[in-house]
Structures are given as structure tokens and as C-alpha cells.
């Protein structure tokens, strides 16, 4: 019992490095990746390379299989491209279990020790997450020889002799345990170096280690599908194309294991050399032979799960992917998108105001007040999305984009808010009352409205592109605004004094109007300060000293 126990536990040891590794990679150099990946998928040669390399690197297909989803939903990659990728990326983790399939124990010691000292001393820094890695890469090292010497014990019992000797290769059963092994463990690479290791103490046969590496292949294309089961469409097309890849694969590759082992086994007498190759020659081949193939594939997959359509507010797709959580800098580019569409339904609340004002429509005023609905919605999915995300993951600049996302998306309720209560002010004060405004109040507030709609849009780009010159162009609207409001105010003033009867009965809708107005130009300009701020080109503030003898009074 002693000896199954450690057994247990230097697998569990080995699938807790894996994650490690996994995480510490994506958090230190989560969005490098994602550049890199979007610079090197131009062709699907170039495409299954640049998969290969980041693979190999976060150790997880299922990571890479995020990122690359993302690129899709947002339109930025062909799916047979990013097929092609995830072809790639199946190659890259079956590279690394070659290399870890050599005895590096020795370099466990010092690699934890290391990790540690980073971690503790630098943790808040990219140095610290690094750290991490190297901890979990020692972990994973550890685990492995603990599992050799836990195996090496245990094949010595005579019970454990003889239920090995019972074993009869079964290959479907074999199949079907590696793939709930992997999914369990959430990782096939520490399956199939589990798997390696097991044979290389003989406490399995080979054939058995075979079959089991298959199903440690089919269990990663079914891990992706169960990890993006609640996501988007675009995000679930990938795994799923994936996943056919796995299937047909094994299909064509569990025939032959016994062939494998007749041709090869006599030039590698290393019982883990055979099952680490095998693993790898068969993502080789499966890449190979699909690359020319992807196409048709994402055919297949497209008809099975077709994107909604994007041109209804209920069919737009839902950017806040719960399964991007783990990779923060795919997380954060997701909130963003989201907040952007959270924008884009502002946008058609302010165009549709000056059209209820105009027209009178109470039916539009009505679709437009739900509007508000679903700003208040997104608002507050946004902010639990990023609740979500650990602060401790974020590096400096994402932090810094984390903040603005939930700066950007409270300015953007607030603003819903006050478009809301527009609307039931010229309900309530104009439209019932059958009043109007005088022809120059009413060019007065569309001057005012298009300068609105145009700073909005050029809010919504500041807060995807950073421009800081263009923070600073619409912090200077924010002055304009202020000063056309009150010549407005001034001049409305001018027509009551001079009795014009449209004046007078619109005379407090119209100056309540025109400061709302103002309200939400100052919630659309306040996008500038974080992007300033950052840039370190915010002004100082404008009030002056104040006498001492006034002070006691402000207070």
C-alpha cells in the first residue's frame, strides 16, 4: 500500500509541474506568444512551425488552441490556418516528452532551488512568475524519477507479477484509459511520459504503453472540446477540428502498433525511447498528412457548428470566454472586446436619441431605454469576467489594461444611464406635451450631438489602439464642449429674453439637455486620462494655490 501511495503521489507531483510550467509560461509570456503566433501564421507551413515553437514552449496544445481560437473569433485567422497551427502544436508536446524521456533528474535539485529563491524573492516580477516555471519544471523532473523508483519496487511483488502476466493487449481499452488519463490529468504530456516511465520499469508491457500513448493523443483533442464546451462558436471550431485530426489518426495508426514494434524494438532496447518516439512519429506523420488537408476539415467542422449571425444584437458573439481565464493575457483581450461591444450599443443609443428628439418617436425611445438594459448587463458581466482573472498573473502593462477595461466599461454604463434619462425627459416633458424646440435651439443641440458621436469614436479608438496623441486631441474636446455648452446656455438665454414662445415651454428640457450633454462628453473624454497618465503626458491640474486664509474656509 506504501509503495501504491507513492506511486500516486509522483504522479500527482508530475501533473502539478506540468501545470505549473504551464501557467508560469503563459503568465510571464502570455502576450509575446500571441504576437508571435499572429506574426507567423501567414501560410500553413508557417502556421504549423510557429504552433510547433510555442507548443514546445507552454508544454499545453490546449493553450495554444485558446490563443489561436481567439485569433479566429476575432476574424484575424482562416480556420484551415489555424488547424494547421494546432497540426503544429501536436508536434511541439510530443517534442518535449523526447526530451524529458532523458534522465535529467540531476537537474531537479538545482532547478526547485533556483525557482524557489526567484519566486520568493522577486514574486510580484516577471523574474518571480519565471520562477515559477523553473519550479515546475524541477517538479516535473522529481516526479519522474519517483515514479521509476516507485515502479521499480512495486514490479518486484509476486501479486504484481502476476497480474502483469494476466495482461492481454486490448488496444480500444488501452485507447479509451490513456484518453480519460489525459483528461483527468489535464495534460497528455504527463501521461505519456507517465507511460514511458511505467514501461521503462516494466510495470506495463509495451504494447500496453502503445496503446495507452494513442489514447494519451486522443484524450488531448478531447480535452480541448470539454475545455471550450461553454465558449463561442469560433472558439469551439478549432478544438473540434482538432479532435478530428485525433480521431482518424488513431484510427489509421492502432492497426500497426504491433508493427511498430516488430520493425523498431530491436534498435531501441530502451523500453521509454520506443514509447516517446512512437508519440512523436505519429504527430509527425498525422501533420504531415493532414497539412494539404485542413481545408476540408474546417468544411466539416463548419457545418457542424456554423457562426451565428453577427449582424443582430442577440446573434453577436459573446467575447467573455470562461476558459480563456487561465491564459490572463487572452482573458484581457477578450474583456476588451467585450467592452468595445458594450460601446458599440452606446453608440446606437446616442444615434437614436437625436432621432427621438427629432421625430418624436416613442416606440424608438422605448427599444432605446432597453438598450440601457444591456449595457447595465455587459457592465456587470465584464466586471465579474475580470474579477476573475488573478491580479498576481498580470504583469505591469496588462494590470494597466486591466484597469482601463473597467474604467472604459463604468463610463460607458454611465453614460447608458444618462442617455435613459434623456429619453424620458423628452417623453415626458416634449412629446406629450406636444412642444418643440425653436429652430435654433434645436441646431444647437445636433452641433452638440455630432461633436458627441464624433469624440465617442474617438474614445472607442483610444481605448483600442492607445494613442496618445489622440488621448490628447479628445482631452481637448473636453474644454471645446464645455465652452459651446455654455454659449449655448447664453444664447438660449437671449431667446427668452426676447419671447420666443418655443423657448419659453422647452426652456428647462433644453438646458437640462444640453448639460447632460455635457455629462457625457466628460465620460467619453475621461477615457484620455488612464491612457496620459501611463504616458506620463497628463497636465498638472489646473487650480492654483489658494490663499491661507481661505483654505480654513474650504475645508
Same mark, same amino acid.
Given at each position: ?14 501533473? %502539478? ?9 503563459? !503568465? ?5 506568444? !500571441? ?70 533528474? %540531476? ?83 504527463? #501521461? ?25 493523443? &486522443? ?80 468544411? %466539416? ?55 427621438? #428628439? ?35 498573473? &498580470?504583469?505591469?502593462?496588462?494590470? !494597466?489594461? %486591466? ?134 503626458? &497628463?497636465?498638472?491640474? !489646473? ?11 474650504? &475645508?
Amino acid at each position: 500500500m506504501k509503495h501504491l501511495l507513492n506511486l500516486l503521489a509522483a504522479v500527482a507531483l508530475l501533473v %502539478w509541474g506540468t501545470y505549473l510550467v504551464r501557467t508560469g509560461i503563459l !503568465r510571464v509570456f502570455g502576450a509575446n506568444l !500571441r504576437h508571435v503566433l499572429a506574426r507567423s501564421i501567414g501560410t500553413r507551413p508557417a502556421a504549423a512551425f510557429a504552433g510547433l515553437g510555442v507548443t514546445a514552449l507552454v508544454q499545453s496544445s490546449t493553450a495554444t488552441a485558446l490563443i489561436v481560437s481567439s485569433f479566429v473569433g476575432q476574424g484575424l485567422v482562416a480556420l484551415p490556418t489555424a488547424l494547421a497551427v494546432m497540426l503544429g502544436a501536436d508536434v511541439g508536446t510530443s517534442l518535449m516528452s523526447v526530451v524529458f524521456s532523458f534522465d535529467l533528474s %540531476w537537474l531537479s535539485p538545482l532547478l526547485i532551488f533556483v525557482g524557489v529563491v526567484l519566486f520568493i524573492t522577486r514574486q510580484a516580477t516577471a523574474l518571480g512568475r519565471f520562477g515559477r516555471v523553473l519550479i515546475g519544471l524541477g517538479l516535473m523532473l522529481l516526479a519522474l524519477r519517483l515514479v521509476s523508483e516507485s515502479t521499480g519496487v512495486m514490479v518486484q511483488s509476486p501479486a504484481v507479477k502476476a497480474l502483469l502476466l494476466s495482461l492481454s493487449s486490448d488496444v480500444l481499452l488501452e485507447i479509451t484509459v490513456g484518453a480519460v488519463m489525459a483528461v483527468v490529468a489535464y495534460s497528455s504530456l504527463a #501521461i505519456v511520459l507517465l507511460t514511458a516511465t511505467l514501461a521503462a520499469s516494466g510495470a506495463i508491457p509495451l504494447d500496453v504503453a502503445l496503446g495507452l500513448t494513442l489514447g494519451a493523443n &486522443l484524450g488531448s483533442g478531447l480535452l480541448g472540446v470539454l475545455a471550450t464546451a461553454k465558449s463561442t462558436v469560433e472558439v469551439r471550431q478549432v478544438p473540434m477540428g482538432n479532435l478530428v485530426f485525433k480521431i482518424v489518426g488513431v484510427m489509421m495508426a492502432a492497426p500497426f502498433v504491433g508493427l511498430w514494434l516488430k520493425l523498431l524494438q530491436p534498435y531501441l532496447p530502451e523500453p521509454a525511447t520506443v514509447v516517446v518516439l512512437y508519440h512523436l512519429v505519429f504527430n509527425i506523420l498525422i501533420a504531415l498528412i493532414f497539412l494539404a488537408l485542413t481545408h476540408i476539415v474546417a468544411r %466539416w467542422v463548419e457545418q457542424w457548428l456554423p457562426k451565428p449571425d453577427k449582424h443582430t444584437v442577440a446573434g453577436r458573439p459573446h467575447h467573455l470566454d470562461p476558459s480563456a481565464l487561465a491564459t490572463p493575457s487572452l482573458a484581457i483581450s477578450n474583456a476588451a472586446r467585450e467592452a468595445l461591444h458594450q460601446a458599440d450599443i452606446v453608440e446606437t443609443m446616442m444615434l437614436g436619441m437625436l432621432r427621438v #428628439i427629432k421625430d418624436n418617436d416613442l416606440r424608438l425611445a422605448e427599444e432605446l431605454r432597453k438598450m440601457d438594459d444591456t449595457v447595465d448587463q455587459l457592465y456587470s458581466a465584464i466586471k465579474y469576467y475580470l474579477t476573475k482573472i488573478s491580479r498576481e498573473a &498580470l504583469g505591469e502593462e496588462e494590470s !494597466r489594461r %486591466w484597469t482601463d477595461i473597467i474604467s472604459f466599461t463604468i463610463n460607458m454604463e454611465q453614460i447608458g444611464d444618462i442617455i435613459e434619462r434623456i429619453l424620458l425627459d423628452i417623453e415626458d416633458k416634449k412629446i406629450k406635451k406636444g412642444r418643440n424646440f425653436s429652430e435654433a435651439g434645436m441646431a444647437e443641440i445636433c452641433e452638440l450631438h455630432a461633436r458627441l458621436i464624433d469624440n465617442l469614436r474617438l474614445g472607442m479608438s483610444v481605448f483600442l489602439n492607445g494613442s496618445v496623441r489622440d488621448a490628447q486631441k479628445l482631452l481637448e474636446e473636453k474644454a471645446r464642449f464645455r465652452d459651446l455648452e455654455r454659449a449655448y446656455a447664453g444664447t438660449h438665454l437671449t431667446r427668452l429674453s426676447e419671447n420666443t414662445v418655443q423657448s419659453i415651454e422647452t426652456s428647462s428640457l433644453h438646458l437640462d439637455l444640453i448639460s447632460d450633454l455635457k455629462r457625457i462628453n466628460s465620460h467619453i473624454c475621461s477615457i484620455a486620462y488612464p491612457i496620459l497618465d501611463s504616458a506620463g503626458a &497628463l497636465a498638472p491640474s !489646473r487650480f492654483r494655490g489658494v490663499p491661507d486664509d481661505r483654505q480654513g474656509a474650504l &475645508l
